[in-house]
């Protein structure tokens, strides 16, 4: 907000305030509940304390009684819902780790599982076979690759580098957040490092190195920016498999009938594959809590077809590709086929899809569980999948079109093919999970415009569905399989984001060891070196297709960075106007209680972004509204950088201005995975009561602080339980027995301004709950260069006016809302 606004607020409410003292209010002021205007209800009048029976009052509480025939609010029971808080028990019995280990197989490895689909058909559409060289040196460079990546360093590193059980590239900034002050938006509290989830467990005390880090990170905006934009990249690059990979796997999948029925071509194949694409994305809307109970057994026995059809390959036709173990092949590959042989490597890649799924679905398992399950059941079956497939080519070099299905045997193809086909839905429909849970942890971050979040199930809180982006996904798809129209060429782009986004992952790793870890610093360059160079390599050899495909998912992850990028741009501009523009003390002083207007009974819940202070938008309110309510509370809804956050630790209260103004400030605290679906009136019952505990508790403070400077317990440290203006303790923990003397209970009991304060508190909330918004227009600075303004007035408020209005984010009773607009000048 500029300057000009700030001082026609402020000149307006002194005008108002002079006309109140002086008699002058506009005695003809009706009151506007947000959706109508009531042309029959009296004027308002001021009201005495003794006055509470006047005909005013009832109209006042007739008003503001009335409740929304609708309830959605924001979260205040998530502890209701299966896993919101907290995660599997990391001491869980052996064979409660074994259960989790069998359904990781449905969720996480679905894409990797169906890898051998496509891997060998992709290598050797670059390269010709012409000795046993060129078979057994790709089945070495896909065992090393699987060995080295997924297995290294995946289940034994990344895994490690959690968020209290969350993983993914949000998790790893989140942690790194927490750490170290790099959040763009200004919002950190000390508060906010009590919370149970938050606390770092740092292995060794505070190295030169790590402080030297951290000091660089925080102090320097260059850094701050470029740690965000890697990840934002890594997660528009997962949002670009969520495209890539249900196509490529469902074609896969259907080539199968290529061969085996006659006239099945290209047209049928694109076709057959659209009509299952469509229907995947159909289905979303109902949830995958049903069938998700079918993916583990269907994926268990995929990994049992893989591993026993290699098995039998590998026995029947050339037991000795098992030499292929030795990476010598991999050097008599390189060297036979030169150039081809590195173009190969963008076909090898593939045999390593979805492994950061092993670390981005983290959250609904545990460590040990993702462990056990691929190193006792992933990495063999594939192992012996591929050898299978290399031991068929060794007697059918030309089958490496249809390797994977002409290595079935005939009387298995069918059931197969139908076991193929469900693997490659469930290893799409996890692809399109995760896609939605990136983009809600993107929007809980203030990095994705708000969009329309349905959750489909009661009992597990990260099933939900996105319709915007469920439809956007399902026309890319099918535009992206009605284009290509061959597996060869979209594998071409799929290996891009692929490895795209395990750069990013090794880079935030090798920065969270050397940051909290503290690792040694050339063990942690050897991992950088290592895994980053592998990597290089491959994205060396995917980004030669650049021409042939490659450039899609390029496309699509320029196109969610910038998205993203400017809605966060944006965010922190209008968060810094809100900061600069908010109403100093002094003036709010000058208004004295009655803010220059008429309080009238009723809670007045205003919504904005300050976690500190009195927002500039109260002053647009006291202008425009004939009256105001008796008790004010300041709302902000702010995510922290960790999964969830705990009911009993979820507000944090703060008085604003002496006691007799009756206006109080709540943070509301959520986790980038919390889930806000329940009933308003729960939630303003639990407001109410948490405002209680926050009066009581600041009576004791003050209470024991009087009874300390009296001199009457001198051995109570006076900073344990001074009153700071702040809760900083939970709310809602079970009450036991006070600790207080019973000289400053007794005092509390009888302290007379508190029963008032309480017993105004209950009248107003009896009065009702009335919802205040602030509908912010954000326009650039005349004085702004032109990049800034075509950024902030067209792309930014592009995506503002289509994103989610103020009342549907904040899940608020469309009948108890009043909204002002606002314009912020950046």
């Not at 939970?730 to 000289?743: C, M, R, T, V, Y």
């Not at 029963?755 to 009335?770: D, H, M, P, Q, V």
Request: aromatic share 12%; net charge neutral.
């Amino acid at each position: 907000m500029d300057d000009d606004g700030i001082e026609e607020i402020s000149s307006g409410i002194s005008a108002r305030l002079l006309r109140r003292r002086s008699g002058g209010g506009d005695s003809s002021s009706r009151w506007v509940d947000g959706s109508e205007v009531d042309s029959e209800s009296p004027p308002w009048s001021l009201l005495n304390e003794d006055d509470n029976k006047s005909e005013g009052y009832g109209s006042v509480r007739r008003r503001l009684v009335k409740k929304a025939k609708r309830v959605d609010s924001f979260d205040v029971e998530s502890l209701a819902i299966s896993g919101s808080h907290g995660h599997q028990n990391k001491d869980a019995s052996i064979w409660q780790t074994l259960g989790l280990a069998f359904q990781t197989l449905g969720v996480v490895y679905g894409d990797m599982g169906t890898s051998p689909l496509y891997v060998f058909t992709d290598v050797f559409s670059k390269i010709q076979i012409e000795s046993e060289v060129d078979i057994l040196g790709a089945l070495s460079l896909v065992i090393y690759t699987i060995a080295l990546v997924p297995l290294a360093k995946y289940v034994f590193i990344v895994l490690k580098a959690n968020d209290n059980g969350e993983g993914g590239t949000f998790a790893l900034y989140s942690l790194i957040c927490r750490y170290a002050k790099i959040n763009l938006l200004p919002n950190r509290q000390q508060a906010d490092e009590r919370i149970s989830s938050y606390r770092l467990k740092l292995p060794t005390p505070e190295l030169e190195r790590a402080l030297k880090i951290k000091e660089k990170l925080e102090h320097n905006s260059f850094y701050k920016t470029l740690l965000l934009l890697l990840v934002l990249m890594g997660t528009s690059m997962i949002i670009g498999d969520g495209i890539l990979t249900p196509a490529i796997s469902v074609m896969s999948a259907v080539s199968g009938l290529e061969g085996k029925i006659q006239g099945f071509g290209t047209g049928a194949l694109v076709t057959v594959s659209v009509i299952i694409l469509i229907a995947l994305f159909g289905i979303q809307r109902f949830g995958t809590s049903k069938v998700g109970l079918t993916f583990a057994p269907c994926l268990a026995l995929w990994f049992f077809s893989l591993g026993s059809i290699g098995l039998y390959n590998l026995i029947k036709h050339n037991i000795f590709v098992v030499k292929a173990i030795n990476p010598l092949y991999i050097y008599l590959f390189f060297r036979k086929n030169s150039f081809k042989a590195w173009s190969s490597l963008g076909g090898c890649v593939l045999c390593i899809t979805g492994a950061e799924a092993m670390f981005a679905d983290l959250g609904h398992f545990s460590v040990p569980s993702i462990q056990i399950a691929f190193s006792f059941v992933v990495f063999p079956c594939l192992l012996l999948a591929y050898m299978g497939q290399a031991a068929f080519l060794m007697k059918h070099p030309d089958s490496a079109s249809r390797i994977f299905y002409d290595s079935i045997p005939d009387r298995l193809f069918w059931p197969i093919f139908m076991v193929a086909t469900l693997a490659a839905v469930i290893a799409s429909q996890a692809m399109i999970s995760a896609s939605f849970s990136c983009i809600k942890q993107s929007m809980n971050l203030g990095c994705f415009p708000r969009l329309k979040i349905i959750h489909t199930s009661r009992k597990f809180m990260g099933q939900i569905y996105i319709p915007v982006i469920n439809w956007f996904l399902m026309i890319m798809c099918v535009l992206v399989v009605a284009t290509f129209q061959s597996t060869t060429d979209i594998a071409n782009a799929y290996g891009i984001a692929e490895v795209g986004v395990m750069m990013v992952s090794t880079t935030l790793v090798t920065l969270v060891m050397l940051l909290i870890w503290q690792t040694n610093i050339y063990l942690a360059f050897s991992f950088l070196i290592v895994f980053g160079s592998i990597e290089l390599l491959y994205m060396s050899a995917v980004l030669s297709k650049i021409t042939e495909g490659g450039w899609l998912p390029l496309a699509f992850a320029s196109f969610f960075l910038c998205v993203m990028y400017i809605w966060n741009y944006g965010s922190v501009l209008k968060y810094q106007s809100e900061v600069q523009g908010k109403i100093s003390m002094d003036f709010m002083n000058d208004l004295g209680s009655t803010l220059g207007t008429v309080r009238v009974p009723g809670i007045g819940l205003l919504y904005n972004e300050l976690v500190h202070g009195v927002p500039s938008v109260l002053g647009r309110f006291l202008l425009d509204l004939p009256a105001i309510h008796s008790t004010l509370v300041f709302v902000c809804i702010k995510y922290v950088p960790v999964p969830v956050v705990a009911q009993e630790e979820r507000f944090l209260f703060r008085r604003v201005c002496p006691k007799d103004y009756h206006m109080f400030q709540c943070v509301a605290r959520y986790g980038y995975k919390d889930v806000r679906k329940e009933d308003h009136h729960a939630f303003e019952q639990l407001l109410v009561e948490s405002l209680e505990k926050f009066m009581r508790k600041e009576a004791q403070d003050l209470a024991l602080e009087n009874e300390i400077n009296d001199g009457e317990f001198e051995s109570v440290s006076v900073g344990q339980r001074s009153y700071s203006g702040e809760l900083n303790e939970p709310l809602l923990q079970a009450e036991g027995e006070s600790d207080l003397p019973s000289s400053v209970m007794g005092v509390i009991d009888d302290d007379p301004s508190l029963e008032y304060e309480l017993s105004a508190l209950r009248e107003a909330s009896e009065s009702g709950f009335t919802y205040l918004l602030g509908h912010g227009d954000v326009r650039a600075k005349k004085d702004s260069i032109f990049l800034k303004k075509l950024v902030i007035n067209y792309f930014y408020s592009f995506l503002r006016n289509n994103c989610r209005g103020g009342a549907a984010t904040m899940r608020v009773p469309h009948m108890n809302i009043i909204q002002v607009g606002m314009t912020y000048m950046v």
